[in-house]
Each structure stands twice: as structure tokens, then as C-alpha cells.
């Protein structure tokens, strides 16, 4: 038990989530590795929502909701801190959610089926009873995809996601948005719009954009879409690192 009066709350708490997840059993092996470099650049931006993260929010939503088929592609450590903001987010915005995993083992993905369903959201894609296909015909488990999901996606928000399967998906062509908090990972400098900023910040907050841009004009949107420069967004992030160092 985390007393609320630790300085360190909010971040033990999520650590504590990861340490739980892994004991069910539907964590990867190296998901702790991945959570402590992610913890590292949110310690040096202290731990808020930086400008261009969050002018990188209000493009992907935007992305999103004129997307036909935008699908938010999860994984172990996505569940483990965000999976009912997760849900809340693909209901704003029409979104189907699918399981892919980069360490995929039949085990991992019962166990994250049965999970989202727990948590309300039976209609999970990328489940061990899915019709599954491979991106760019390449017959490994890096580029399957679910036939209704991301194999047919135009955009897809891919948080926390290795850099071997954000270019996987990348050269399929369709639209990539992430969430990473490491601005110089390949997964951030490969996709279209890139979010630095943590997961549990940002998916709440783009729920709330979702309802603000619900209301607005497709055209306002497409601007929107049209005016970011994902480069020059980054450039901007990475001056967060440096005045946070
Ligand atoms: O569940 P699986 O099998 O798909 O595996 C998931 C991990 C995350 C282990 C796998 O995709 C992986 O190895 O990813 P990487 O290459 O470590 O990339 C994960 C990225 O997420 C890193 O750049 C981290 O900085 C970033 N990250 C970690 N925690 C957070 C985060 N970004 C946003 N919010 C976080 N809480």
C-alpha cells in the first residue's frame, strides 16, 4: 500500500500497476525496461503535458475522427495503465481497439482477451479466434494484423510501440499517430503525429478533445491535419528534455 502522502505517488502507483500486471501474466518480459525509460523522459519534462504534446493531441484526434477505419492498437504495458481510458477513447471516437503485441504468445493474448472483457469490451480485435493477415506479406508474427482491425486500418494510434513494428506498419501506408515519450525513438520520428507525452495523461486528455472536435467542421479538421509538421513538433519536444535537464 503507497501512502497518498508519498512524494513519488502518482509514479509509484503506476509502477505498482506494471508489477501487478506482469503477476497476472499478460506483461512482456521487458515490459518493466520499456516502462523505466518512459518514467525517465517524463521525470526530466516534470512530469506534465508539454505544449507540442499536446498540439500533437488535438491533430491525431482530429486524424482520427476522419479516419473510415482508425483502430488503437494495444499492448501489455498500454492494458496495464490505461485499458479503461483506453475504452473510453475508442467510444469518443468511433475507434475499434486491437491486441498486438510485439512479444505475441497465445498465452499473452488469451489473457488480454479476457481482459478487455472484463472491462466491458467484448468486441476486442486481434483475439486468438480473429482472421488474421500479414502486412506487406511478410509471414511473421511482426506484420500479422487482424483482417477488420489495422490490416485494413487507414489510421491507427500506436502508444508505446517498438520501432520494428511502427515501420512495419509505416510502409503498409497508412496513417501512424503515437504516444512515446522518448522523442528519439524510431517509433516518433517514423510516425505521422507523434505524442510525447505519458499514456495516462494522454488518453484522458484526448477523450476530452474528441468532444470538443466532435463538434467542429471536417474542414477545421483537415487544416488541422494539414498544418502539422511532425519533424518540427519533435524539435519543439525535445527543447522540453532540454530545459527540463
Ligand atoms: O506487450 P508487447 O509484447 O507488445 O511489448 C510492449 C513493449 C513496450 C515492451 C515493446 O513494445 C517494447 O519493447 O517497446 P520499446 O521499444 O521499449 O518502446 C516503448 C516506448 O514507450 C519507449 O520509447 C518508452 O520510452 C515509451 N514509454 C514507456 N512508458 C511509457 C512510454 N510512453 C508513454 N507513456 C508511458 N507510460
Known amino acids: 500500500m503507497i501512502p497518498k502522502s508519498h512524494p513519488r505517488y502518482e509514479s509509484l502507483l503506476l509502477r505498482d500497476k506494471i508489477a501487478k500486471a ?15 525509460r518512459g518514467e ?3 521525470y526530466i519534462i516534470g512530469e506534465q503535458t508539454v505544449y507540442p504534446a499536446k498540439r500533437a493531441m488535438y491533430v ?3 486524424a482520427l475522427l476522419l479516419s473510415n477505419n482508425p483502430v488503437i492498437s494495444v499492448n501489455g504495458n498500454a492494458t496495464a495503465l490505461a485499458i479503461d481510458e483506453i475504452i473510453e477513447l475508442a467510444k469518443a471516437i468511433n475507434a475499434k481497439i486491437e491486441i498486438n503485441l510485439f512479444y505475441r504468445t497465445d498465452e499473452r493474448v488469451r489473457l488480454l482477451t479476457k481482459l478487455y472483457k472484463d472491462h466491458g469490451y467484448p468486441e476486442i480485435l486481434g483475439s486468438l479466434d480473429d482472421d488474421i493477415e500479414y502486412l506487406n506479406d511478410i509471414p511473421n508474427n511482426r506484420a500479422s494484423a487482424s483482417k477488420t482491425g489495422i490490416y ?11 520501432g520494428d513494428r511502427a515501420e512495419i506498419l509505416k510502409k ?16 516518433s520520428k517514423m510516425s505521422d503525429v507523434s505524442i510525447m507525452d505519458n499514456i495516462v495523461r494522454a488518453i484522458p486528455f484526448m477523450t476530452k478533445i474528441a468532444q470538443d472536435l466532435k463538434t467542429q467542421n471536417r474542414d477545421v479538421l483537415v487544416e488541422m491535419v494539414n498544418e502539422f509538421d ?3 513538433n519533435l524539435k519543439e519536444s525535445i527543447e522540453h528534455i532540454k530545459r527540463g535537464l
Open 230 to 232: 511532425n519533424n518540427e
Open 152 to 162: 485494413t486500418a487507414d489510421t491507427i494510434l500506436i502508444p508505446l510501440e517498438d
Open 40 to 42: 525517465a523522459f517524463d
Open 22 to 36: 506482469f503477476e497476472k501474466g499478460y506483461l512482456a518480459d521487458t515490459a518493466m525496461i520499456a516502462h523505466g
Open 172 to 187: 503498409s501506408g497508412k496513417n501512424i499517430l503515437t504516444i512515446d515519450l522518448n522523442p528519439l525513438s524510431r517509433t
Open 60 to 62: 491525431a484526434v482530429a
